[in-house]
């Protein structure tokens, strides 16, 4: 059994960690609730932005959408990886990474796959085995639409020019502070919906429906990167609090399993001085 020395420098250990992570747990909480309602908040108007532009290509000629609709046969792919830059929030990152990897091994093996990275974990091990063209830590220092839009500007670009047949986004999706969804999305070319459309509104189109679809897909698809973003943002927090939570509560019953066998010791060593009193004691009168 260790010695009680040991076993207090290990409660007092224990103890210092316990308050670390309890702060890093209220520190979450915090910045969660702000996350949280970011992206609540936006998530309908940029469903219902996506929505509307689907649903009115589908009612245009296959040209109108223009090159962010022309479907291609896909050799070269490029891939949105989106984690976060500190650790500590469980599996949060890995399993990004691990999706990117699955996603790239189970369908397109033996084709041309480049990633981008958004945040420091995703491309610190990304890098190692795949092509990274840019990655993006600072986004989440100031995590604004304007900031985002340079970043889908150039993914855009990257597309027109024929750099990629087709762009997937990688990342968390938000569902409440302990449940975070892996989703890989199709960022470019823009899906069409499948089936027959039918609005149910009747619009009047100023100038043209044409001119109109056009201007709302650059639009559309920075709305859909940032909402991507945000919601990554919201699920580190989420998954990092729960994390904090989780190691508070094994740290409390690691110092409670401690205390105890340091109270044993104790009260064995106590014991074993009172024999050795009594035993010394009895020794004297005899």
Request: with cysteine; proline share 2%.
């Amino acid at each position: 059994m260790a010695n009680l020395k040991e076993i207090r420098n290990r409660i007092t250990s224990i103890g210092s960690t316990m308050q670390i992570t309890s702060a890093m747990k209220m520190v979450s909480a915090a910045k969660l609730k702000k996350a949280q309602d970011a992206i609540t908040q936006m998530r309908p108007y940029a469903n219902k932005l996506t929505e509307l532009l689907q649903s009115l290509s589908a009612t245009l000629e296959d040209e109108v959408g223009g090159v962010y609709s022309e479907q291609k046969e896909v050799s070269k792919v490029l891939l949105v990886a989106i984690t976060s830059n500190r650790g500590l929030c469980g599996g949060f990152n890995s399993n990004v990474i691990k999706a990117s990897i699955k996603n790239i091994e189970d369908n397109y093996k033996g084709k041309q796959v480049d990633i981008l990275t958004i945040g420091k974990k995703g491309n610190d091990i990304l890098a190692k085995n795949y092509t990274v063209i840019e990655n993006h830590n600072g986004i989440f220092d100031d995590l604004t639409f304007d900031n985002v839009a340079v970043i889908a500007e150039k993914i855009m670009s990257l597309f027109a020019e024929g750099e990629y047949d087709r762009v997937e986004l990688v990342y968390n999706r938000f569902k409440n502070a302990a449940t975070q969804i892996e989703t890989i999305e199709q960022f470019l070319p823009i899906e069409p919906i499948k089936g027959d459309i039918k609005l149910n509104t009747d619009y009047l189109f100023e100038p043209t429906k044409a001119e109109i679809v056009l201007e709302l897909i650059p639009k559309s698809l920075k709305t859909q990167l940032y909402k991507a973003i945000r919601d990554s943002f919201a699920s580190e927090h989420g998954a990092r609090m729960t994390a904090m939570h989780k190691a508070t509560d094994n740290a409390t019953e690691l110092r409670d399993d401690l205390l105890l066998t340091y109270n044993k010791a104790r009260q064995a060593a106590i014991t074993n001085e009172i024999l050795e009193i009594v035993g010394g004691a009895e020794a004297l009168n005899n």
